[in-house]
């Protein structure tokens, strides 16, 4: 399968922690496209990584990605209520094609 | 600013029944338009892109069809639902000068086949 895969499926952390998401894949990439989806709502862009970059930050963003590994992580640093949601990595193949994954659903404790 | 309009939020249909899901957009010209579905707790399938009016791509063999009569508007179809079409069903545009370096979604359509 060529089908990008989160891990972990669920995580549960309290508010103020950081929360990691990685995400791996099987093809070679032109990039790789982090998205968020709020329960029941269309998907939100957050950040692409392209091919030739290691690691990008915006705002309390920060994402990684090694293409010797064929992984990405996303890094959400002082996590809010407001950052529950499913979290969708979308490596986008040599083919112009986006392979989403089934998403890491994160929540968020008070 | 740009905005997409996906209606309706909800659909309850029998099967065997015509479906038709609109998906318009406003602020941009010549989109690339596209009808994803994702099942539950999965991730999305590309159903149909379209890079301009009338041109129409299909991505999976399926009960669907998809039409793009004016330039910001893309209607997702059906003649007669199946059980199997069920799912959440998303709309989204981007630029063609960026291809799919950032898609822009609707807020989706629950559909419900019974």
């Known amino acids: 399968s060529q089908q990008g895969e989160e891990d972990p499926q669920a995580l549960s952390i309290q508010e103020g922690e950081n929360a990691t998401m990685n995400c791996s894949y099987k093809t070679s990439i032109n990039n790789l496209q982090w ?39 996303l890094l959400i640093t002082a996590s809010r209520a ?17 392979i989403w994954g089934a998403g890491t659903k994160l929540i968020i404790k008070p | 600013s740009q ?51 009338g041109q129409i791509s299909s991505e999976v063999p399926q009960n669907l069809s998809a039409s793009r009569p004016q330039d910001r508007q893309f209607i997702l179809s059906s003649k007669k639902l199946l059980l199997s079409d069920s799912g959440f069903y998303l709309c989204a545009w981007s630029d063609p000068a960026r291809g799919r370096e950032k898609l822009f979604f609707g807020s989706g359509t629950q559909l419900s086949v019974l």
């Not at chain 2, 659909?11 to 690339?32: A, F, I, R």
């Not at chain 2, 994702?38 to 159903?47: F, I, K, V």
């Open chain 1, 35 to 73: 998205y968020r989806q709020n329960s029941g709502r269309g998907l939100v862009h957050l950040i692409l990584i392209r091919s030739n970059e290691r690691e990008k930050h915006s705002g309390r963003l920060r994402v990684t990605l090694d293409t010797s590994k064929k992984s990405s992580s």
């Open chain 1, 82 to 98: 407001a950052d529950t949601a499913s979290y969708f990595c979308a490596p986008m193949d040599s083919n112009y094609q986006l």
């Open chain 2, 3 to 53: 905005t997409i309009h996906q209606w309706p939020a909800t659909l309850v249909q029998p099967v065997g029944s015509p479906l038709s899901l609109e998906c318009t957009v406003e602020g941009t010209s010549n989109p690339n338009l596209y009808w994803y579905r994702q099942a539950a707790g999965r991730g999305l399938q590309l159903l149909f892109y379209s890079v301009g009016i």
